[in-house]
Structures are given as C-alpha cells and as structure tokens.
C-alpha cells in the first residue's frame, strides 16, 4: 500500500471518529432535551391538579370556619362552646374519616394506571360502605361531646355549647364519609375540576344557609352547625349527580356491584393504617395547645399556641393539595408499571415542595410583626406571636416538605410503614422534646414549638432515607403482580 493509500485511510478514520464524536453529542443533547421537556411536561401535570386540590382543600375547610365566625356574632359563650366543638369534632370524626378514605388514593390511583378500570368503583363502594358504618361509632362519641369534655375537666357551659353544636352536627360527619370516597375517585383519575366547582357552590351555598338558619330562623348555635350537616350533604349530592351522568366515567363507575360486598378486610387492612398515619401527626399538633394551658400564664400561651396552629392549618392545606397530586401521579405510574415515571413525578414534586416552603417561609417571616394584629389587640400576645413566627416558618418549611413525601409514600401503599414513623417521629421524640424545652428548660410556648418541629425533622429525615432506599422497578412490579391478582 502507498503513502496516498495511507494518507486517504487515515483521513476516512478521522472523518468517521468526528461523525461518531457528533451523533454522540446530538444523542446526548437529545436526551437532555427530552429530559427538559419530561420534566416540563410533568410540571405542567402536578400544576394542574394541585392547584384545584389545594383549592378544595381550602373551600372544604372553610365551612367550619364560616360557622364559628357566625357563633362568635352570637356572644363568646356560642364562639368558645362552637371553637371547642369543632376541635373536637376534627380530631374524633374527621380526621378519622380523612384517613380512611385516603387509602383509596393507593387502591383506585393504582387502578387507574394499570387500567383496571373497574375496580375504581368497587374499591370506593368499599370504602363508602366501610365510612358510613364507621360513622355510627363516631356519632356516638360526638353525642356525648359535653359528658365527655366536662369528664376531661373543661368548663361546664363551654362544654355543654360543644356538645349542642356538635350534635347538630352528626348529620355532616355520614356526608363528610362519603364526600372523601367520592374526592378519591376523582382525584385518582385525574379529574379535579369538578371538585374545585362543587367545593365552590358548596362554600358559597354554606355563607347564605348559616345567615338563615342563625339570624332568621333564630337557631343561634345550632343553626350553624346544622349549615355543616346541609353543605357537606349538598356537596356529596352535586358529585354523586356528576358521578352518575357524566360520560367521563362509563368505565369506572358501573353502578352499584356485589362485587363491593366482598373482600372489604383488605380495604380496612390498609385503610386503618391510612388513619393512624395521619391521625398521629394531626392529634400531636392538638396537644401541644392542650399542653400550653399548664404553662405559667396559661391565657396567654393558649391563646398564642391557638393563633399559631390556626396559622399551621391554613398553610397545611397547600401542603394537602401538593400530596393529593403527587399520590396520584405516583399511584398512576406505578400501576402503569413506569416506575421512572414514578421517580420523575416525585423529583418534581420535591422541587415545587421547597420553592413553596421556601415562598411561604419567607412571607412569614416578612409579616410577624403585624400578623398577632389579625388576632389580637393586646401588645403582649402580638409580641410573643412575633417571636413565634420564625419558628412558624421553619415548621412550614419542614411540613409541606414532609406532606410531599407521605403523599408518595401513601402512592406505594406503604401507610403501615409510615404509621410507625410517625409513632417514633412525633410521640417517642416530638412530644417529650416540647414537655423537655417547655417545663425542663423553660422556653413556655416557644419551647412546645420547638419539640414539633424535633418531631418533623424526624419525620422528614426517616422519609428521605425510605425514598432514598427504595428500588422504584421492584416498586413498579410488586404494584403490577398486585393488579393482576386482583384481576
């Protein structure tokens, strides 16, 4: 072979390195491209429920607060029994029920992306037939409000106000049941905007019921309460109506099945730890206002540790939406059997999670100093909501975080595991850290904050690690052989 030959074979190696050097870099920018816009595309998805599941969240909680406003019209005897009432009725009926009902966001969110579509009716017939005879107890208990709060040593007019309002309640606690099943069921499939309406109408609807039945009618507190039972019932007939004759769901509601009847053990197997997840948390939040009132000054840090939690609720229900949406989306890809899917939903959920922990933890901080005024007029209880505020932020920050998590987590199916985390989280390290800082060291309020926020960094850590640890393909395929069982 010649020195030309030698030459030509030398420059054809080149050229072919270079175009293999240049289909290298176009696959990889491809790549990155489809990477970008997955991304995007997954934004826009979590975006778009979210924003009308935090809406919801919103307009469904507010109806409670429509009521105690209107009592507080009434007198302060009517605000307290009503204020009293309604923590009460959160943490025995509601609470429960939410947690119950949640478990269908793994069943039916599954379902749907395996295309079972079926089962997404049988699995909420299930619930609702377990929901509404679970009620019944729960009635029971709200009955007997004013005997069971006088026997826990609270004042004996507030207590028997509490107990009026929350008998005239029982009504909304069998539609509230219901109203979780029918949320699930729509939520799992995607198809939020419905809630959002209903929730609206219903919200609106409640303000007109509670001036009538207050003012008009003349029931006073009992009216209020009533206005609960009638919008809840209003808002789970309006689903119900869209549920029936709307074409959207001709594969997944087939109307009322045998089918229900059976098997409902493996809804309760997963639904009572559904429960206890979110019941743990919820209730450890609720005694620290009871432990404010042994705190020196007892008037004080109950009524700062009170503003505090209600400041916590109405951020928390942001929180709630971005769970609600990131359970969906991971339950509809693990079913679908695309576990990255799965891992692309909960990378964006996380990014939304600290840009909005990170907004709200700011806005907190920017308004301490003026939010005590929404409040209050005494200078005193301004100042320590000031001083309060930081740590505001900082459990904020901490608890949209930790709802993203549990919401993927309750997307695997793993309440039970969470169940426990939450146990050790907020009763083996967040309680006996603020009984520890508030009475031990002596920080009073401040000091019973800071063992909640003990609490959910435990939680958030011990959730991290679980994701972190966790083999998504394994995930996706235990999800599928699970689908197929129940086919």
């Known amino acids: 072979m010649e020195r030309g030959e030698y030459s030509g074979l030398g420059s054809n190696l080149i050229t072919t390195q270079e175009r293999s050097h240049e289909m290298e870099g176009e ?25 009308p599941l935090i809406a919801v ?26 204020s009293m009432g309604s923590s009460f009725a959160s943490v025995t009926g509601y609470t429960v029920l939410l947690g119950m009902g949640s478990a269908l966001e793994t069943l039916c969110g599954q379902a749907y992306g395996a295309k079972q579509y079926h089962m997404l009716g049988v699995h909420t017939q299930r619930a609702m037939l377990t929901l509404l005879a679970l009620s019944i107890p729960l009635a029971t208990i709200w009955y007997h409000t004013s005997t069971i709060l006088i026997a826990l040593g609270q004042d004996h007019e507030i207590s028997t106000e509490a107990g009026i309002f929350n008998r005239w309640m ?19 499939q995607n198809n939020v905007i419905p809630m959002l309406i209903s929730s609206g109408f219903t919200a609106l609807l409640h303000v007109l019921v509670c001036w ?51 098997d409902i053990l493996s809804f309760i197997k997963l639904a009572v730890p559904s429960a206890i997840m979110i019941c743990l948390e919820y209730w450890s939040f609720e005694m620290v206002v009871l432990l404010s009132g042994l705190l020196p000054n007892p008037k004080l840090e109950t009524s700062v540790l009170s503003i505090s939690l209600n400041t916590c609720w109405m951020v ?9 949406a990131i359970s969906t989306r991971v339950s509809n890809e693990l079913g679908a059997g695309c576990p990255h899917g799965a891992l692309l939903a909960l990378r964006v959920m996380i990014t939304l999670a600290l840009l909005e922990g990170t907004t709200i933890g700011i806005t907190t901080l920017l308004v301490r100093n003026v939010w005590g005024k929404l409040y209050s007029k005494e200078e005193e209880v301004i100042k320590y909501v000031a001083k309060m505020m930081p740590l505001l932020a900082l459990s904020d920050f901490l608890d949209g975080f930790q709802c993203v998590l549990s919401g993927a987590a309750r ?18 390290v967040g309680i006996p850290s603020a009984v520890l800082f508030a009475f031990i060291f002596h920080f009073g309020g401040i000091g019973l904050w800071m063992g909640i926020i003990c609490g959910l960094s435990v939680q958030v850590v011990a959730l991290v690690t679980v994701n972190l640890c966790t083999d998504w393909n394994q995930e996706a395929m235990k999800v599928v052989r699970g689908a197929r069982e129940v086919a």
């Open 316 to 324: 928390y229900m942001i929180s709630v939406g971005l769970g609600g």
């Open 212 to 262: 009538v039945l207050v003012f008009k009618i003349k029931l006073g507190i009992k009216g209020a309460a009533l206005a609960i039972s009638i919008s809840n019932w209003v808002n789970v007939l309006l689903l119900a109506i869209y549920v029936r004759f709307s074409q959207a769901f001709l594969k997944t509601w087939t109307g009322f099945s045998k089918e229900s009847l059976h």
């Open 27 to 51: 696959e990889r920018s491809e790549k990155d491209w489809c990477r970008r816009a997955n991304f995007v595309e997954e934004t826009r998805k979590q975006l778009g429920l979210a924003g």
């Open 411 to 428: 997307g695997c199916g793993w309440q039970n595991l969470c169940s426990f985390i939450n146990l050790g989280a907020y009763y083996f």
């Open 57 to 82: 969240s919103i307009l469904q909680y507010s109806l409670q607060v429509i009521s105690v406003m209107f009592n507080g019209h009434l007198g302060e005897l009517p605000l307290s029994g009503a």
């Open 170 to 188: 029982i009504p909304s606690l069998f539609a509230y049941g219901l109203l979780q099943c029918l949320n699930r069921f729509l939520q799992t």
